[in-house]
């Protein structure tokens, strides 16, 4: 039977939490490292309803993108939201590996996830940071060739919208056709300039900026913000799969109730 650490061991092997943003806090973050999992719940966010959808599924183990502590805490009560988050979880005997700027990086995760999510081919790198101990290159982004080239930025944003399932993708037109796509899951706006060095027409990203939007159409970029959560949350049922093929005893499913957190009129 696989124990919270044995799953931590597996997902430092795909996704080696030693490549992380220094600024980041990815890593085993909550629990006993040595708890029997029978059930694991994956999801790109632990909020107070993941908590308690995995207590209430019976799981002994959350692996999620975002960091369930990211700033220091002073003080765990019930009187802020990471309080009641981790009173949640350690009182219901659920612990929380989170994997986030590492799996980023990583080969196979999410903007490998996102290129593929895409229909990207050819894909490579958008900016290699280094080697792993492993010797596998790692790094923020990908790069690929799209399957239609030839569309204009409003089309491929519509493609973008329906392959995502975004609640809106904001876009500005640098006059260019979509042939090669840069992708970076999450907010990646300081990497138009990768983008165009990488001989990129088009990037899609989330949580830009109104100057990065006037900054990609004067650099004859086309520009799409596609939503933090929809170009993230793509990894979510390749790494529940693959949780799944490592140990074929648990059951694994990713989170049935976390959603986009906003809608558009």
Same mark, same amino acid.
């Given at each position: 039977?696989? %124990?919270? &650490? ?6 430092? &092997? ?24 029978? &059930? ?12 308690? %959808? ?42 929380? +590996?989170?994997? !986030? ?21 050819? +894909? ?6 280094? %080697? ?5 290159? *790692? ?7 799209? !399957? ?7 089309? *491929? ?9 975004? =609640? ?13 796509? =840069? ?13 165009? !060095? ?11 900026? *109104? ?5 990609? &159409? ?39 109730? !976390?959603? %986009? ?5």
């Amino acid at each position: 039977m696989a %124990e919270v &650490k044995d799953i931590f061991a597996f997902l430092d &092997k795909i996704a080696p939490f030693r490549i992380q943003e220094g600024f980041d806090n990815a890593g085993f973050l909550a629990g006993r490292g040595n708890r029997n999992v029978t &059930k694991l719940l994956v999801s790109l966010d632990i909020t107070e309803e993941v908590a308690e %959808e995995a207590e209430r599924w019976g799981a002994e183990l959350i692996v999620a993108h975002h960091p369930v502590i990211f700033q220091p805490v002073k003080s765990v009560t019930d009187e802020t939201v990471t309080g009641r988050i981790l009173l949640r979880l350690l009182e219901g005997g659920v612990a929380a +590996i989170c994997a !986030h700027t590492n799996l980023d990086a990583a080969e196979g995760g999410v903007n490998s996830c996102l290129a593929q999510a895409l229909e990207l081919t050819d +894909i490579g790198s958008l900016q290699q940071a280094g %080697e792993d101990d492993q010797g596998r290159p *790692y790094g923020i982004g990908r790069t690929g060739t799209v !399957h239609r080239p030839g569309l204009n930025a409003a089309q *491929y944003a519509a493609f973008v919208k329906e392959r995502l399932g975004s =609640a809106s993708v904001r876009f500005t037109d640098g006059g260019r056709p979509v042939r090669k796509v =840069a992708v970076g899951g999450g907010a990646c706006g300081s990497m138009l300039d990768d983008a165009l !060095h990488a001989g990129c027409d088009t990037f899609v990203t989330a949580d830009l900026k *109104y100057n990065q939007f006037l900054d990609a &159409k004067a650099m004859g970029l086309n520009l799409l913000d596609a939503g933090h959560f929809p170009t993230e949350n793509v990894v979510c049922r390749p790494l529940a799969e693959q949780l799944s093929a490592a140990f074929p005893g648990l059951e694994v499913r990713v989170s049935q109730v !976390h959603k %986009e957190v906003f809608a558009c009129v």
